[in-house]
């Protein structure tokens, strides 16, 4: 899974113990577009790739570097990037000076909520979770962050802020 591979490239990254809660995303128009041009181009199965940015002590996500990924699943109900795509996202990463922002992922035909199979299988504290949900045939988006608080794992949604490229 792509975020098994996540977290073996950072193992340094302990989540809620580095910051507090990760609060909302802001995600500029034109990365917007990008996201939901490659989700669109995946259908009829999931899309996938990582929004990177940086992440304020306010646990403000603020995203700005699109890294598309390719569903090596396949599949219109599960997703895993391509291992090398995310070992060469976090590279760049690195090298920019950059966090993970968002791991991002579509379904195709079912609502832009974390599913079973995101929550057994895809939860990873340290990143917003966005899906973009073309269930009507018109995009929606919607981002979620991990709560791990009271051993009730569950997923909350996440306010996004568009802004205006500058
Ligand atoms: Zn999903």
Do not use: K
């Amino acid at each position: 899974m792509v975020l098994r591979t996540v977290e073996e490239m950072t193992p340094n990254l302990t989540g809620e113990e580095r910051r507090g809660p990760l609060t909302r995303l802001r995600l500029p128009l034109g990365l917007r577009d990008a996201v939901i041009d490659a989700m669109a181009r995946s259908l009829p199965n999931e899309g996938c790739g990582l929004l990177a940015g940086s992440i304020g002590a306010d646990g403000v996500v603020e995203a700005t570097w699109w890294f598309p990924g390719e569903n090596v699943d396949a599949s219109p109900t599960r997703f895993t990037m391509d291992g090398a795509q995310v070992v060469a996202a976090f590279r760049q990463m690195r090298e920019s000076g950059l966090e993970l922002a968002a791991i991002v992922h579509s379904h195709p035909s079912s609502p832009p909520r974390p599913s079973l199979t995101d929550i057994r299988e895809s939860h990873y504290p340290d990143a917003l979770a966005l899906i973009v949900s073309f269930e009507t045939g018109l995009a929606e988006m919607r981002v979620w962050r991990w709560l791990t608080e009271g051993g009730a794992e569950r997923y909350r949604e996440c306010p996004i802020d568009l802004i205006g490229d500058v």
